[in-house]
């Protein structure tokens, strides 16, 4: 492997250089990532283009590290010590973070604050927060009295992957590499090539906080060449992954190789139920907050919004006149709502299922094409969007769109809307809006949903966990048992009897403290 440098010192062609981060250095690569603000198409940084070599070698690193002892044999309270610092530095760092979080995706600067520093730095500190109280091991009764003592202790894995994509890169890179430090396992992360940047600033502070080499490493790569090594590598042990349903599969096929813990978070198609006692105006926001969020490329965006008929037609009427009044246009103006899609290839997706979606026969009532004027001569735009006369059964209510795009299907009683929001393959989100906790309560319960947010969306506390039902992932991050998912069990037991020959031929050991 080539020169090692310092990521982002380094200029090529008047813009930032990012190296790959393996085994505590700045690693080159023969070939290289443009990085293009969505709203301008300006570079905003070049970044090293990974290859297999790169994936391999980040694996060694981290399991020469696991190996070690080095970081997993490190006294939890110190580990924590080294998350919180990490975190802190990141802080530090909050306006400069913000607006690379900004340029690298397009987010408006009112979500990367959150999504490129809030969020990370809350996060960390809460896992090393949960990793200060977590117990590694928990002893359990006497078998049979004075026969054996028992203890389970919960060990690191080993080598942990994540895989993450592009909608909110260092927000979900920390919901994989953070836990997954904190237990004690050594971490190969994946970014996505269209926006590296968030993560490898996340590593170079995890190293400049104590994380030893080896420990963290970040790759960047080709997800079908660079992210299907990893999930089929057979020292990586587990792999955690965020991505759409397809890729899912694909990694979960190669995870079976040497079947490592896998985790998924994937595609949704959440159901936003207005309940027919609504306050119409909070739900009206709701509903625009729930789909419009980052232009809707979200999981767990509320795509497909479900009005009673007692209500539709006064709803509409307040939705379309809100949604107009939405200021699309330049991300790093703290007054803008809307910012642009990822790329060029997300945009034409979005035309095309807004193309299909009225062939299906739904009415297109507002948006549906690419804004004019100042401010969009360049970048990947797409108005907001609006069907009415949407059904179930229409690719626009059924499939995943990541765009601007909110589809309105009618209702007449609450368990009809009930059926159509669990008549879908996703199951990651969905919301209740009634002024009766009671009967939103009551909805909610029957939801096939991760996620169901009464009167909200969007809201996620790591305090609670995240992931979803049916094709939408497998497992949760975040919540209180996050560390359990990046530690293995193992039980102990301890002959209390000195007596051991009594056993060798089928005296049944106690089944438990009888
Ligand atoms: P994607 O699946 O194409 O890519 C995600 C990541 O996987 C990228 O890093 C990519 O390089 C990598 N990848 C691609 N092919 C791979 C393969 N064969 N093996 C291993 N890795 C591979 O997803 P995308 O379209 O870039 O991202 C948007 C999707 O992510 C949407 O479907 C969205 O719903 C989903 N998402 C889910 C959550 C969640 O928590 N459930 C959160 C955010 C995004």
Request: hydrophobic share 45%; net charge negative; charged share 20%.
């Amino acid at each position: 492997m080539s020169a090692s440098t310092r990521a982002g010192i380094d200029h090529r062609d008047g813009a930032p250089y990012y190296p790959m981060f393996i085994d505590g250095a700045w690693t080159d690569a023969a070939e290289h990532y443009t990085i293009v603000d969505p709203a301008t198409e300006a570079v905003v940084a070049r970044a090293a283009k990974g290859r297999l070599a790169h994936a391999d070698a980040a694996v060694a690193a981290a399991e020469r590290a696991h190996e070690s002892g080095v970081w997993r044999s490190m006294a939890p309270l110190e580990r924590a010590a080294v998350l919180d610092d990490a975190a802190a530095r990141l802080e530090a760092r909050a306006e400069e973070l913000t607006e690379l979080g900004s340029r690298e995706n397009g987010a408006t600067v009112r979500l990367s604050g959150p999504f490129s520093v809030g969020q990370p730095v809350a996060f960390t500190r809460y896992f090393a927060n949960l990793l200060r109280s977590y117990q590694f091991e928990r002893p359990g009764p006497l078998m049979g009295p004075l026969l054996a003592a028992g203890t389970v202790r919960r060990e690191p894995i080993g080598v942990c992957a994540g895989i993450v994509p592009w909608n909110f890169p260092l927000a979900l890179a920390i919901w994989k590499a953070v836990p997954a430090l904190a237990a004690g396992n050594t971490v190969v992360l994946k970014v996505d090539e269209k926006t590296p940047i968030g993560a490898l600033e996340f590593a170079r502070e995890l190293a400049a906080a104590g994380v030893p080499e080896g420990v963290i490493n970040v790759v960047t790569g080709d997800g079908e060449e660079v992210g299907a090594r990893l999930a089929a590598h057979p020292d990586v042990r587990k792999i955690a992954f965020t991505g759409c349903t397809a890729t899912g599969k694909e990694v979960m096929r190669a995870a079976a190789g040497n079947l490592k813990h896998v985790t998924l978070e994937l595609g949704g198609k959440g159901a936003n139920i207005v309940l027919a006692d609504a306050d119409v105006a909070m739900a009206v926001e709701g509903a625009i907050w729930a789909c419009m969020m980052h232009s809707g490329q979200a999981c767990e965006a509320g795509t497909r919004l479900l009005l009673p008929n007692s209500l539709h037609d006064e709803f509409v009427e307040r939705l379309i006149a809100r949604m107009r009044t939405l200021r699309l246009g330049n991300p790093l103006d703290p007054a803008t709502d809307l910012g642009p899609l990822i790329n060029a290839a997300q945009r034409e997706r979005v035309l095309g299922y807004i193309e299909t979606g009225q062939k299906e026969g739904a009415k297109l009532a507002l948006g549906g094409g690419i804004p004019s004027g100042p401010g969009f001569e360049k970048g990947f735009w797409v108005e907001p969007t609006l069907f009415l006369d949407v059904t179930n059964d229409m690719a626009i209510a059924r499939e995943e769109i990541f765009g601007p795009v909110l589809s309105v299907l009618r209702y007449d009683s609450d368990a009809e809307a009930v059926k159509i929001a669990n008549d879908s393959e996703y199951g990651l989100s969905a919301g209740v809006w009634s002024r009766s906790n009671e009967r939103a309560l009551a909805v909610a319960n029957e939801l096939e949903a991760g996620s169901v947010w009464i009167n909200d969306w969007h809201n996620m506390s790591p305090f609670y966990p995240f992931g979803g039902w049916k094709q939408s992932g497998l497992g949760r991050e975040l919540g209180p048992d996050a560390l359990d998912a990046y530690t293995e069990e193992k039980f102990i037991s301890i002959d209390l009897t000195g007596r051991v020959e009594n056993r060798a031929f089928g005296l049944v050991l106690g089944t438990g403290p009888n």
